[in-house]
Nanobody
Framework: QVQLVESGGGLVQPGGSLRLSCAASGTIFNPNTMGWYRQAPGKQRELVAR???????NYADSVKGRFTISRDNAKNTVYLQMDSLKPEDTAVYYC????????WGQGTQVTVSS
């Protein structure tokens, strides 16, 4: 069964932090291909953080230095630590492999506002 369950979003003030979690079913969890995407209102979904097959991490320029992707292979879980949040980080955040599946979880809403 394919399942991706994102959690940890919420309302935070600019400069604040959140930690997102994504629990993936074992059939699709590959620690070297998982990533975090986001979709802001009226915009296309974009990849913001990912693991590479070489075992390193890559980040979109807009989040580099502020977001950190990590994982717990034993729990089939991927995390996204988000620090120094900005209003432009407001979006629904999703996890998915790279390239993404046709299936998407429900996502978790992150709202950065004072």
């Amino acid at each position: 069964q394919v399942q991706l369950v994102e959690s940890g979003g919420g309302l935070v003030q600019p400069g604040g932090s959140l930690r997102l979690s994504c629990a993936a079913s074992g059939t699709i969890f590959n620690p070297n291909t998982m990533g975090w995407y986001r979709q802001a209102p009226g915009k296309q979904r974009e990849l913001v953080a990912r693991f590479t097959r070489a075992g390193s991490t890559n980040y979109a320029d807009s989040v580099k230095g502020r977001f950190t992707i990590s994982r717990d292979n034993a729990k089939n879980t991927v995390y996204l630590q988000m620090d120094s949040l900005k209003p432009e980080d407001t979006a629904v955040y999703y996890c998915n492999p790279i390239p993404p599946l046709n299936y998407w979880g429900q996502g978790t809403q992150v709202t950065v506002s004072s």
